[in-house]
């Protein structure tokens, strides 16, 4: 059951990026893929897990210790049995998807192979083959009609590469991915080119040369339906072409952009090598692509004249690899590197390089997405350079798995790794990825190989609030062990909040080396990034959102934190908007979404809660009868009142709810806003984005409508745990209870509200009327002599929305309760696979883009742990679906000058030591003393401390800081806000870092 519910998770993901077409194409795609190293064993399991029809893995080689440290799947027993490495991999990549049909082949893959068997794959991937053998499979599969897809990845040490031949014309029927969105219009021009403008001048996203579709325009009725294209003026304006001759444009109307297939040309490996058109993720050195470019070219001359790579360390073939680039203008230093590390391995790079280039695997198969155009090289030298000066016996081998690793970083910095103690955040994709990253890299070993003595807990998972988070976690750790069994993992299932600053509290954090967020949230992330700069510990966090990721580096005194950039807040829509006038489908999918927690979540809630408040009815008329006011009384009484006991009743309830929300609400906006209105300036009120709706007539042969009677009809019974059967959902069943539901004759009202800033009331704080009153105190005494205050019936069962399980009728109401409200205002409606995405807020999260930032993340920590310098850092964004990547330096740490050359920074925290008898005086007096300013201010939390305009407090200089501040027993210190005099009086008061004051000399418990 857990593997049938990954799969369904997994494969809901891919269909948010991919899309019904994609999948369905990439279903019928079989890809062979040869080379069974790092590079290849993470390409494999990205396009297994993807889904992809049929993979045929292909390798020669035999396990040997080393592809411990690079390939995740091999296992010890697999090198002592002398295991072929596709014979140890296939079962392990095989088992990541059940649907994949995985074989493998280790027959030889030479110059004189017929290559003819290739045909029946519809992209071929080599990884590990030598040059001349890529040139001559490449040429194979450029000249079949249609083209095969053909792609190589190498990775070499420090430096990696993707190269892409897709054919002489490769259409793509998505370039980005994006989805467009409904644009409402301004105003159009009756000229020549007619000028369209963007309502409440909002961006428009588009592009020249794109075209853009009309609907519901005013006026110029002829646009409608009609496809134009547009030239940009300005980010909220465009021109559309001729629209002298058509009928002035009035009001309303909306345009949606069209998605129009492109052609992509490639050329030949042979043509590209000598003119390689290249990805440049790194502006800060565009020329390094071309560099790798001349370097690999070079190596790849190398293998061919000597059989073998570079040796580790050996200078002079690092003379011999320099001298073959002497044609090409060429980094000395990066050659240098390169030939003492191409035998080596980084995990993390393979793990990022391979995650774009499994992406460009699924575009070659599925059409979707921009193709990389041809060559995309990665260099890791950041991670290298700074070891340059130690000797060559640093990275000679060992003999054990970490002696790929060895190669390019050395010995010492590898047993640095193994002692490391990392706290990772969240166990999600993100971090799964990130284990199989640390196991790979030695992160934190029970054992440290060469030493004796076992190092202490070293990674910790936690979840941050997750449902049913143990299965996240305690599966992790173990696979974790699979890889590497001396990995020392510890599973938290604590949520990483305030509430528990006693268990990951300022020491557990001074016992970490590093902290690695995984998280899907940014409130999460700012909790722990405060708690990283407050304890001076490196922060790695990372991202991913479909094809989108990102990386940010935080190290203390170099860089700012997460918290020194906010991103803007994101809009809610407005009340009124949801309640009255939807104008695209997700305010439909909200607003159902809305009707959910209301009624199965937050009133059953606000009910028991009541209940266990005020346990005896008669107490409570009572109460009410002398006219005391008890919170919530009146929607708890008209709950109680109302409340089904029968599964009939329940279906008669969702029948109301029908008539309600999708005719009743549409006869009453008419009644009060016939579709003539006018506002005062003479526009007529029901022009976009305002959408005037139509009544819905019930019909149960509509398939919507019975969907919505039934699934509402379930959550009435699961709220007031009333039995039903499977017989009872049947059409016949439904008739039969609702031929007997009488509908009460509509009657408009008066009161309507279209205030568009209006918020939505807390019902439960509202005041009562005195008409109210009487209605909950009528109810309750009903209820009281009919017996129907039980403890059964003073009870209710809320409910918790939960997507993913297709057999709660949850998203059955959701899907069918916005479907019938977009019909009503004549929006289309989205289907079920949409609908789940926007009302459970999912951030699609696929193999590719997480291996890319875990791989990223992990290389970032390689340099933390080595002591860096800042120019070392890189932070991260990609987007795979263009692609792009951008690699940059992170945000140094701002010095903010207090007066008189003094400076802080977020990373300080200025510290007083006092005792039981500190005062306040005495607290002021050593903060002047030691760092030179005078303190005007104190406060702590939200409790001033020291305020000197304030009435009394001069009397508070003579007071104890533990009677000011009061702290718990087992409190060591707390952090003040400080402010401090300024230079010139009747100036405001200048801030400083926080004053850390310890209740006792040593800084220990009192």
């Known amino acids: 059951y857990e593997k049938c519910l990954r799969n369904r998770h997994r494969a809901a993901a891919l269909r948010y990026v991919l899309g019904d077409s994609a999948m369905h194409q990439m279903a019928q795609s079989s890809v062979f893929l040869s080379g069974m190293g790092g590079m290849g064993v993470e390409i494999a399991k990205n396009i297994v897990l993807a889904g992809v029809k049929a993979v045929t893995l292909h390798d020669t080689k035999q396990c040997e210790t080393w592809d411990l440290g690079s390939n995740f799947f091999i296992r010890k027993e697999d090198v002592l049995s002398q295991r072929r490495r596709v014979e140890a991999v296939c079962p392990h990549v095989a088992e990541l998807n059940p649907y994949v049909h995985v074989d493998m082949s280790f027959s030889a893959l030479d110059d004189n192979t017929d290559l003819g068997f290739l045909r029946r794959y519809q992209c071929v991937i080599l990884t590990e083959a030598r040059l001349s053998l890529q040139k001559r499979v490449n040429e194979f599969c450029h000249s079949q009609q249609p083209p095969i897809r053909f792609i190589s990845c190498d990775v070499y040490g420090i430096c ?18 994006e989805e467009p969105k409904e644009v409402f219009i301004q105003s159009i021009t009756q000229d020549n080119p007619g000028m369209v403008t963007c309502m409440d001048n909002q961006p428009h996203g588009l592009q020249t040369g794109q075209s853009v579709v009309f609907r519901e325009v005013g006026g110029m009725v002829e646009l409608n339906g009609t496809s134009r294209q547009v030239s940009v003026l300005s980010s909220h304006s465009f021109a559309i072409g001729d629209t002298s001759q058509l009928q002035p444009y009035t009001h309303g109307g909306f345009f949606v952009m069209v998605k129009t297939p492109k052609m992509y040309r490639f050329e030949t490996l042979e043509r590209q090598l000598c003119e390689p058109r290249v990805l440049t993720p790194d502006f800060s050195k565009p ?71 499994s992406q460009e695997v699924l575009k070659a198969i599925t059409g979707k997405f921009a193709p990389l155009q041809q060559w995309f090289y990665l260099d890791a030298i950041e991670v290298v350079k700074p070891l340059q000066p130690l000797s060559a016996e640093e990275f000679s081998p060992r003999g054990d798995r970490y002696d790929g690793l060895r190669a390019c970083i050395g010995d010492s910095l590898c047993l640095q790794l193994h002692k490391l103690r990392v706290f990772m955040v969240g166990c999600g994709a993100i971090g799964c990825e990130m284990l199989k990253n640390f196991a790979l890299l030695g992160i934190g070993l029970a054992k440290s190989s060469g030493e004796v003595g076992i190092y202490s807990l070293c990674i910790y998972l936690s979840v941050h609030h997750r449902p049913r988070p143990h299965r996240k976690t305690c599966i992790s750790a173990p696979a974790t062990h699979d890889i590497n069994p001396d990995l020392q993992v510890e599973a938290h299932l604590n949520k990483v909040c305030p509430a528990t600053e006693n268990i990951y509290n300022d020491s557990f954090y001074s016992s970490l080396n590093i902290v690695v967020t995984a998280l899907d949230n940014v409130e999460a992330r700012r909790y722990v990034d405060s708690r990283c700069v407050s304890n001076q510990r490196p922060l790695l966090d990372s991202g991913t959102m479909g094809t989108k990721g990102h990386t940010e580096i935080i190290v203390p005194n170099l860089t700012e934190s997460y918290n020194s950039h906010r991103d803007p807040p994101e809009e809610e829509i407005p009340f009124c908007t949801l309640k009255s006038f939807p104008s695209v489908i997700e305010h439909t999918i ?90 005062k300036d003479g526009s007529l009120f029901w022009q976009s984005p305002k959408r005037p709706p139509t009544p ?15 699934s509402t009809a379930r959550l009435f019974a699961g709220i007031y745990n009333i039995p039903y059967s499977e017989r009872d959902l049947s059409e016949e069943a439904i008739t039969r209870i609702l031929a007997d539901v009488k509908i009460p004759e509509y009657r408009p009202s008066e009161k309507v509200k279209t205030d568009e800033t209006a918020r939505k009331p807390d019902q439960i704080k509202m005041p009562l009327s005195s008409e109210e009153e009487r209605d909950a105190i009528t ?13 059964e019936r003073l009870r209710m069962s809320p409910l918790q929305f939960e997507k993913d399980d297709d057999s709660n009728g949850h998203m059955d109401f959701v899907a069918s309760a916005s479907s019938l409200r977009a019909i009503m205002y004549s929006i289309e409606p989205a289907d079920r696979l949409k609908t789940k995405r926007i009302a459970g807020k999912i951030i699609p999260a696929i193999a590719t883009a997480t291996a890319a930032v875990a791989g990223l993340v992990a290389l970032e920590l390689i340099k933390v742990v080595g002591g860096f310098g800042f120019e070392s850092h890189k932070n991260c964004f990609f987007n795979l679906a263009i692609p792009v990547v951008v690699l940059t330096e992170p945000a140094a740490v701002k010095q903010t000058l207090i007066r008189n050359n003094i400076y802080y920074t977020i990373w300080d ?52 800081m533990h009677k000011l501040i009061k702290p718990s027993v087992d409190r060591r210190y707390v952090d003040l806000t400080v402010s401090f005099a300024p230079e010139a009086d009747g100036d405001e008061d200048l801030p400083g870092p926080p ?12």
């Open 779 to 791: 109810h309750l005494e009903q209820a009281i002599a009919t017996d129907r205050v039980t403890p």
């Open 909 to 960: 925290c200025w510290t007083v030591f006092g005792h039981e008898d500190f005062t306040l005086s005495d607290f002021m007096n050593a903060v002047r003393e030691k760092y030179g300013i005078e303190p005007t201010m104190v406060v702590h939390g939200v409790k001033m401390l020291y305020v000197p305009v304030m009435p009394g407090h001069s009397k508070r200089l003579k007071l104890t």
């Open 160 to 177: 990696a590469r993707v190269f892409c031949d897709f054919g002489e014309e490769f259409e793509v029927f998505d370039p980005t991915g």
């Open 995 to 1006: 004053v850390r004051y310890y209740f006792s000399p040593d800084g220990e418990t009192p």
């Open 590 to 679: 909200q607003w159902a979404r809305d009707k959910f927690e209301s009624a199965f979540v937050h009133k059953p809630s606000m009910y028991n809660s009541f209940w266990q408040t005020h346990s005896s009815a008669e107490v409570v008329l009572q109460r009410m009868q002398a006219g005391e006011s008890l919170e919530g009384s009146f929607q708890v009484m008209k709950l109680l009142s109302r409340q089904p006991t029968q599964w009939e009743q329940c279906v008669a309830v969702a029948r109301l709810k029908f008539e309600k929300y999708f005719k009743r609400k549409a006869l009453q906006l008419l009644h009060s806003f016939p579709l003539d209105t006018r506002l």
């Open 696 to 710: 819905l007539e019930f019909d149960l042969k509509d398939s919507l409508h019975f969907a919505f009677i039934v």
């Open 287 to 357: 020329e390094a692509p071309l560099q790798i470019h001349a370097g690999m070219l070079a190596l790849d001359t190398f293998q061919e004249q000597h059989s073998r790579l570079p040796n580790t360390g050996c200078l002079q073939d690092a003379e011999v690899l320099l001298k073959l680039t002497e044609e090409a203008s060429v980094n000395t230093e990066l050659v240098r590197c390169l030939s003492r590390t191409a035998r080596g391995a980084l995990p993390p790079l393979a793990a990022a390089v391979g995650g774009l280039a």
